[in-house]
């Protein structure tokens, strides 16, 4: 199986879309977005950007990578806030390739920083992500205000 990372074009949203769904089930969540709606989002507003791993089979996994700017030093740092390969996928090296394509992205845009997270209860990922040698980070205390 060849693994091809690369940015996300119009015809995979569908695919993107449907993992979406996977990844928020597994995490206890009921997916609301529409289609038409991640095509706004991602393709007309640019609210992020979303890589893929795609084999022969289609699409294997996708990331998604959100900008956010620094007010204070006047750069950006990068938060990848989704990253998911299909589950007869994983522990493949799929997860690596789309961080690694991720941060390559993020070096050649000049980005300060780039941060992974990952849902609290998810021991496997953050396992992966101690195995790869990331630095584990603490934030808090956060709140937040719910809109609707």
Same mark, same amino acid.
């Given at each position: 199986m060849t693994l091809?990372? /690369?940015q996300a074009v119009p =015809? =995979? @949203?569908p695919e993107v879309h449907e993992m979406i769904g996977l990844l928020a089930r597994h995490h206890d969540d009921e997916p609301k977005i529409? @289609? +038409?709606t991640l095509r706004r989002q991602v393709l007309d507003l640019r609210l992020g950007r979303v890589w893929v791993a795609a084999e022969e089979e289609g699409l294997v996994g996708y990331a998604l990578l959100l900008v956010r700017p620094n007010l204070v030093t006047g750069g950006v740092g990068h938060d990848l806030n989704h @990253?998911?390969? /299909? +589950?007869w996928r994983r522990r493949a090296g799929i997860? /690596?390739?789309l961080i690694d394509a991720v941060r390559a992205h993020s070096l050649a845009e000049g980005a300060e920083a780039l941060m992974i997270g990952t849902h609290w209860k998810n021991l496997g990922a953050q396992r992966a992500y101690r195995d790869m040698g990331l630095e584990e980070v603490t934030f808090g205390p956060r709140f937040n205000i719910a809109l609707g």
């Open positions: 091809m990372i /690369r =015809d =995979d @949203l529409s @289609l +038409e @990253l998911f390969v /299909r +589950e997860g /690596r390739a």
